[in-house]
Nanobody
Framework: VQLVESGGGLVQAGGSLRLSCAASGFTFDDYAIGWFRQAPGKEREGVLCINSSYGTTYYADSVKGRFTISRDNAKNTAYLQMNSLKPEDTAVYYC????????????????WGQGTQVTVSS
């Protein structure tokens, strides 16, 4: 199983970024995908998850109304669209996969990508 994030970078507050998570080594269609983030000095937190039926689960209330998750099974890729970014969204963002079709609890993920840095300047 391999998960590779991309799309991070430096953006001004109020801007947008779209992160991608390219998956390989498993049947992507059959499993949920989650996005997580870890800010400096803080614990990793769950952000959003999309299940195999395209249903979504928010793990973080702070991103509701600003972040959305999607998946393209034909490309084995999941996306995190981030709008109205705030400096407090600055973190390393990770995608992860559980051995589950449904979105599990945040600590129940089995495979992780290497992360991509998102920095939001004020």
């Amino acid at each position: 199983v391999q998960l590779v994030e991309s799309g991070g970078g430096l953006v001004q507050a109020g801007g947008s970024l779209r992160l991608s998570c390219a998956a390989s080594g498993f049947t992507f269609d059959d499993y949920a995908i989650g996005w997580f983030r870890q800010a400096p000095g803080k614990e990793r937190e769950g952000v959003l998850c999309i299940n195999s039926s395209y249903g979504t689960t928010y793990y973080a209330d702070s991103v509701k109304g600003r972040f959305t998750i999607s998946r393209d099974n034909a490309k084995n890729t999941a996306y995190l669209q981030m709008n109205s970014l705030k400096p407090e969204d600055t973190a390393v963002y990770y995608c992860a996969a559980p051995w589950d079709r449904s979105c599990p609890r945040p600590y129940e993920y089995d495979y992780w990508g290497q992360g991509t840095q998102v920095t939001v300047s004020s």
